[in-house]
């Protein structure tokens, strides 16, 4: 049985619900992988808010007492970029492996971050930081390693698929992103999904896994021009608007869309409502991939989270051996992170 800790960095909806999830599924993962995982420290930001199902005496507002106890696997949810960035930084630094849900960190510093970790024979997880609890970058990685991908397409932004199937149902743009943000779907500010930069952030990160050549071309449209008339035009012919974001290999490079379009109500990517995503990958031999789940919300993400912390672990009890380890490393021409065996 190997013993591993965690330092958990931020304890929102989705640190909650990895709380819930690590204590719940805790047994079951002693019996089947061998791993006990046990949650040293938590950073929060204020100590006086409730949170049900956490261990107060755990909870500390230092983020160094935190990333430098004595734990093997750092956790990073607090989002955001300069903070998260600096903590992964330490965390590394410290011989931790990482795993977190951040896709603008990864965005913004992945090829960096991944170095760093190459550098001390460390692990970095994010199959969080897309779609949730689908695990697609799992498939990219090692289910279609023996094919050569041609195109990625999918319905990534929960957020945008429940505004979306909220204005089919009567409500306008207005009224349907209120009732994602009371749901915890979107932010007090929804700019970055609804305006498709958080999809392209996604996109942009499956293209990586899955293609040897950089991305040449970007176009990024949102939902916010989408009007019910749109809607109702689109319902009218048998179909439905969703946000899609597209990767595809050319000769030139790699091209990036993300817009939104009408779909046939039958297609599957139509038929996709809420919070839930899909994703599509065309391999040159397998022909077409499909996926989906729940793209959105606290446990769904912190499955995906928990799943990345028990790989990481079982990876830590074979390094000594040097057996099976997984490192990561980065393309400097596509400037994106990329995983690879090692």
């Not at 190997?2 to 047994?27: K, M, T």
């Not at 695990?135 to 932004?157: C, T, Y």
């Not at 943000?181 to 899955?210: C, N, W, Y």
Request: charged share 25%; net charge neutral; glycine share 12%.
């Amino acid at each position: 049985m190997r013993n591993v800790s965690i330092a958990l960095l931020g304890c929102g909806n989705v640190g909650r619900g990895f709380v819930e999830l690590a204590g719940r599924e805790r047994q079951r993962i002693r019996d089947r992988y061998g791993v006990d995982l046990e949650i040293g420290r938590i950073l929060v930001r204020d100590l006086t808010k409730i949170r049900p199902g956490v261990d107060r005496r755990l909870l500390t507002t230092r983020a160094l007492e935190v990333i430098d106890s004595d734990c093997d696997v750092v956790v990073e949810l607090v989002g955001g970029v300069h903070t998260a960035g600096a903590f992964v930084r330490r965390a590394l630094a410290n011989g931790q492996d990482v795993v977190t849900a951040n896709k603008a960190l990864l965005a913004a510093h992945g090829p960096e971050l991944f170095e760093a970790a190459t550098q001390r024979g460390l692990s970095i997880g994010f199959e969080a930081s897309v779609c949730g609890g689908i695990p697609v970058v799992r498939a990219l990685h090692r289910g279609l390693a023996g094919d050569s991908i041609e195109s990625i397409r999918g319905i990534v932004n929960g957020t945008c698929n429940f505004v979306l199937s909220r204005m089919e149902e009567g409500l306008d743009f207005e009224g349907a992103v209120h009732a994602a943000q009371e749901r915890g779907f979107a932010e007090a500010d929804p700019s970055m999904d609804i305006d498709g930069h958080d999809s392209a952030q996604k996109i942009r990160i499956l293209a990586s896994l899955a293609f040897d050549a950089p991305v040449t071309h970007e176009s990024v449209i949102g939902i916010r021009s989408v009007t019910r008339e749109q809607i109702e035009r689109a319902h009218a012919g048998g179909c439905v608007i969703r946000l899609v974001a597209e990767a595809e290999r050319l000769p030139g490079g790699v091209t990036v869309r993300v817009r939104p379009r009408e779909i046939d109500a039958a297609d599957i990517f139509g038929s996709v409502r809420d919070e839930y995503n899909v994703v599509a990958i065309r391999g040159r031999a397998t022909g077409e991939v499909v996926l989906t789940g729940k793209g959105a919300g606290a446990l769904p993400t912190a499955a995906a989270v928990l799943s990345d912390v028990i790989e990481i672990a079982q990876l830590r009890s074979a390094r000594p051996a040097e057996v099976g380890r997984v490192g990561v490393r980065t393309s400097s021409s596509a400037g994106a992170p990329r995983l690879v065996a090692r």
